[in-house]
């Protein structure tokens, strides 16, 4: 079987294992994805790695978002197995998605992994950022709608941040954290009447 089509038969798993997330959906996995290539071409990375990370990071969020990577990881050595993927390929896959989260799991320690947390971090914030913490927050009921609160989710975000492995994810991150003031700002001025 070609490559194409492994990689299509990732993405078909993919998008079954996540079809009923919020947030973690195959969307998110698309978008980490073309942040992970982006940063990989740069910095001389595996792309097959990153591209099966990617896609794969978070099929395990509705098994237990609280320790979706481990179970990420292990759902994905097995897929990955049965489509004969080279084993050290399959460890350095399952490698960058036990890595991947701000909220536990170990330490990256390849560039893969580094790439694969700083492309997911990266979706922490900016518009769509500011978008997944609303459905996250109305899913867990963190969010009431309350609009008074949005600053505060705002700076929630973006302390939330983390340690970033590569320029170009410090980078991105800079810039959506630029909007992210700038609406913040807008949004103080309207809550004030100012504006």
């Avoid at 290539?37 to 978002?65: P, T, Y």
Wanted: net charge negative.
């Amino acid at each position: 079987m070609n490559e194409a089509k492994r990689i299509a038969q990732v993405r078909e798993f993919a998008e079954r294992m996540v079809q009923h997330n919020t947030f973690a959906n195959i969307d998110h996995a698309e978008r980490v994805r073309q942040v992970a290539l982006d940063i990989g071409q740069r910095e001389g990375a595996n792309l097959q790695v990153l591209e099966l990370a990617a896609l794969l990071h978070d099929i395990g969020v509705a098994a237990d978002k609280a320790t979706h990577y481990e179970i990420s990881a292990e759902l994905s050595r097995g897929f990955l197995l049965g489509l004969n993927y080279d084993d050290d390929i399959v460890q350095q896959v399952c490698h960058a998605i036990v890595t991947h989260s701000r909220y536990g799991g170990p330490e990256p320690k390849t560039l893969e992994a580094k790439i694969i947390h700083d492309a997911d971090a990266v979706e922490y914030v900016g518009a769509i950022g500011l978008a997944r913490a609303f459905v996250r927050g109305f899913e867990n009921g963190s969010y009431t709608g309350d609009v008074n609160s949005v600053p505060d989710v705002i700076n929630q975000l973006i302390s939330h941040i983390g340690v970033l492995y590569t320029q170009r994810a410090r980078d991105i991150i800079d810039d959506r954290i630029q909007f992210m003031r700038l609406f913040q700002a807008r949004l103080n001025q309207e809550l004030a009447g100012e504006a």
